[in-house]
């Protein structure tokens, strides 16, 4: 259930409110890019809201968010595995920071339960996949991070990937698919896009760091 879309004239993203005082019908998911309806505007048990299609594959949609559990990958390397697996190890540190970061101060707590899920799914066999996309494809197997668990936080969240994605494996092989994770509320309002990016050195900054930081970085010399 969303609450805001993208004007179809503007492209710019509006409350449902807005719709309904414009007596606009339909908006564009601002997150898989197709129409979604106004509904439940004259009923009084249901606040006005937007809905998809039945059968949309939108990562929003509820239920949808644990097919990652169950997507796997086009290909699979069980020789890969094993060598993926020690390096994760031997990067434990690095890939914690960067989950870390992530998730506006993620607890070790929840970073062990994310790697055991790895560890379940079997995600080391994802042929192709490679040391730097490991703490984003962390992030996507948590179903939710809450936000009474780090003062950093300020919403409930989850993770979500390109609703392009088939499978995990299309993050590193399609070329036209954009390799990111996009951070969600729980509300369904995009609160933030992390490209993956190619080494995880220098270690990715949670935002909280460098707002926080901001006016002592700038030194004049
Ligand atoms: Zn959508």
Redesign the pocket.
């Known amino acids: 259930m969303s609450f805001s879309a993208i004007d179809p004239q503007s492209g710019l993203l509006k409350p449902i409110q807005w719709f309904i005082e414009h007596n606009i019908r339909a908006g564009i998911?601002s997150?898989?890019g197709?129409a979604?309806g106004v509904r439940a505007d004259k009923t009084v048990r249901t606040s006005a809201h937007f809905a998809?299609e039945r059968g949309?594959s939108?990562p929003?949609v509820t239920g949808n968010r644990t097919r990652y559990e169950n997507m796997g990958a086009s290909q699979y390397d069980d020789e890969q595995a094993k060598f993926l697996r020690n390096a994760v190890s031997e990067h434990i540190y690095e890939i914690f920071i960067n989950f870390q970061a992530l998730t506006e101060g993620g607890k070790i707590q929840e970073f062990r339960d994310a790697l055991s899920k790895a560890d379940e799914l079997r995600i080391w066999r994802y042929l192709g996949l490679t040391i730097p996309f490991v703490p984003y494809i962390l992030v996507t197997l948590v179903e939710q991070f809450n936000k009474k668990d780090s003062v950093f936080r300020k919403d409930d969240f989850f993770f979500i990937l390109p609703?392009e994605i088939r499978a995990y494996d299309h993050l590193w092989i399609r070329a036209n698919i954009k390799k990111k994770v996009i951070k969600m509320s729980t509300k369904l309002h995009v609160l933030d896009e992390f490209t993956i990016r190619e080494s995880l050195t220098p270690v990715l900054h949670p935002a909280w760091f460098d707002n926080s930081l901001a006016s002592l970085t700038k030194l004049d010399s």
């Open positions: 998911c997150v898989c197709d979604i998809h949309s939108c929003t609703s």
